[in-house]
């Protein structure tokens, strides 16, 4: 026995104490560096061979070599052994009881009048629309100045006003969006305006003080009547299908000629909407050639829609926050 055999013999037994005692796999990365690695206690050992005896190497070789495997063996198995370990202890902490019973969250839905108006405007959006807003409050310019009633026009009778202190006002329509929507851009323009508005009227089944209204505005060169009625009843057609609908010659300051369309609902001729051509003094009013340009405009009454689509008798319900009434859309 010469003296590298004690070494490596003292070597092996170390070794297989060390790696049964370990306990992570950081660790045993430690003894593999410290067995193996290039300044590791093998390559110490081994660094002796050199002084033997010619006829000892082989043997020495061989043995050094069993010890290494058996050595690298050991590792091998601890490493395993570690690493399901490891995924056993995060599959305990991780288990998911699938049992558990889960918490009831109420679920919301969009109201029936914000359904209405996001169908409405996916329509005009596949007809090439772009969606616009503007503010509730309004001054008295835009609510009716620029739209061709100037002060004391009898016009200004139809819309029962809500005026604030400071000469501001609550807007009694959607068409103000129109005139502020023209003076940020150019024609050609093809918008359509979702806004709440505002009229000291009564309430009863079919009025609100406060409603909802959807503005269409399209100016561009060569637009014609013929272009609005075919909007509006592609329009109607894709909102409510087949009920039949009537144009009806009307009056409104903004628009020559006037018309208001009316559905065919429950026996009767309901009125869903105001339109016409814009009139030139609106073009004017915003800085647009009449003689170049034309326009078209309506306004949908956002409830009437409800009304027809819900069969709904009575508006005051879609304010209420029933929700035993909202829950049936
Ligand atoms: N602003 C009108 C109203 O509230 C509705 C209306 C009628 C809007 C004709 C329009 C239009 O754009 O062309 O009664």
């Known amino acids: 026995m010469t003296q590298i055999d004690t070494q490596l013999q003292d070597l092996r037994q170390n070794a297989q104490d060390e790696i049964a005692s370990c306990e992570t796999l950081d660790q045993l990365e430690q003894l593999r ?11 110490k050992v081994l660094g002796a061979m050199g002084k033997l005896d010619p006829s000892e190497r082989p043997r020495i070789g061989a043995m050094a070599n069993e010890v290494k ?13 570690l690493q399901a370990a490891q995924l ?12 558990m019973p889960g918490i009831y969250r109420p679920q919301g839905q969009i109201h029936p009048l914000n359904g209405i108006i996001d169908r409405a405007l996916d329509i005009f959006v596949g007809l090439g629309y772009t969606v616009a807003t503007g503010p509730d409050m309004e001054s ?13 026009h009898p016009a200004r ?12 006002l609550l807007r009694t329509h959607t068409s103000p969006v129109q005139i502020r929507y023209m003076e940020q851009h150019k024609p050609p323009l093809r918008v359509i305006v979702p806004g709440r508005v505002y009229r000291r009227d009564s ?3 079919t009025h609100a003080a406060v409603f909802h209204q959807i503005e269409l505005l399209a100016v561009d060169e060569g637009l014609r009547f013929s272009d609005l009625k075919g909007t509006i009843k592609e329009f109607l057609r894709q909102m409510f299908g087949d009920l039949p609908i ?9 628009t020559e ?12 001729w309901l009125e869903v909407l105001g339109c016409g051509m814009v009139d030139p003094n609106v073009l004017q009013a915003v800085g647009y050639d009449p003689e170049q340009y034309t326009g078209f405009a309506a306004g949908f009454g956002v409830e009437r829609f409800a009304m027809v689509l819900h069969q709904l008798d009575d508006i005051r319900r879609v304010y209420a926050s029933d929700l035993r009434f909202l829950r049936q859309f």
């Open 33 to 43: 560096i410290n067995y193996f690695g290039k300044k590791g206690q093998l390559s």
């Open 69 to 81: 495997q058996a050595i690298q063996t050991d590792l091998d198995d601890k490493r395993t052994a």
């Open 88 to 99: 056993e202890a995060q599959l305990q902490s991780e288990t998911l009881d699938v049992t």
């Open 140 to 152: 008295d310019y835009y609510n009716f100045e620029a739209l061709n009633m100037p002060p004391d």
């Open 157 to 168: 009778d139809m819309q029962d006003t809500f005026y604030l202190p400071g000469g501001n």
């Open 203 to 205: 309430v009863d089944a």
């Open 246 to 254: 009537r144009f009806r010659a009307s009056y409104f300051p903004f």
């Open 257 to 268: 000629p006037s018309a208001e369309v009316d559905l065919q609902w429950q026996g009767k």
